[in-house]
């Protein structure tokens, strides 16, 4: 007796249920993936506090600022980039990052700089050759021209004042981003009312508290930068997270 063959039927009610099991299935792992990322990104901030927390204790109490100008080129605060190294062009740039601030207290834990969920959002442009840096300090506590001491956030308000936050920016003047080509940079503060925030994780971004726990919170409504708003960048409400050390939002 021959085999009988599958019918047409057959094969659409097969397919039905495959394409069902598929629409069960990649929701819960895509779920899952996200979850796994917010877990590592929030391992990251919290090595990063312990980090700053070595760090203030040697400094008493004082944070440093974002960057440095030295002779031979600028000292960030995540590493040194040589006065040659824009001339290379973006995504190409050289950071060494041994002379981070934090690096003594980090080295071989630098893939704590790099949130999982990155690239997010949109196209990417990297801006340094190799691992980037994906958490933004509190610009209130690390400044371009000055730094703030731990000593200036009140006991009472350390719970909602951030140290760190996944940060980005939406970059639309540095090739080959442009204004037609609006592209995700990799941003390293984080300000009142700015978009420099990134909710990459399930509409969250991952904060480290000045009491140094970690929690994810949502944007301010309407926050999200129109010129590229699938990259979810945008800011906090002020009422859940403060940036000024005295308290005030």
Known sequence: MGRRGITLVELIVVSGIVGVLVGLVVPAVTGALNLANQTVCASNLRQLGHAMQLYLKDHDGEFFRLRTTEADGVLWYFGFEASSSP??????????????????????SEAV???????????????????????????????????????????????????????????????????????VEDWYYVQKGCRYVQFRH????????ADWHVEAVGPAAGSFDPRLPEARIGYFDPAEVVFAPGGSP
């Open 87 to 108: 001339a290379l062009g973006e995504g190409n740039r050289v950071l060494d990052r041994t002379r981070g601030k934090l690096y003594p207290y980090l080295q071989a």
């Open 202 to 209: 399930l509409g969250r971004a991952n904060v480290l508290f």
């Open 113 to 183: 700089e790099v949130c999982p969920a990155v690239p997010f959002g949109g196209p990417y442009k990297p801006k340094y050759k190799g691992l980037g840096w994906t958490y933004g300090i509190n610009y209130n506590l690390s400044s371009h021209n000055s730094s703030g001491n731990y000593g200036w956030i009140r006991p009472v308000d350390a719970t909602r004042t951030a140290i760190f936050a996944d940060a980005a920016y939406v970059n639309t003047h540095q090739a080959p981003a442009s204004a037609r080509k609006p592209m």
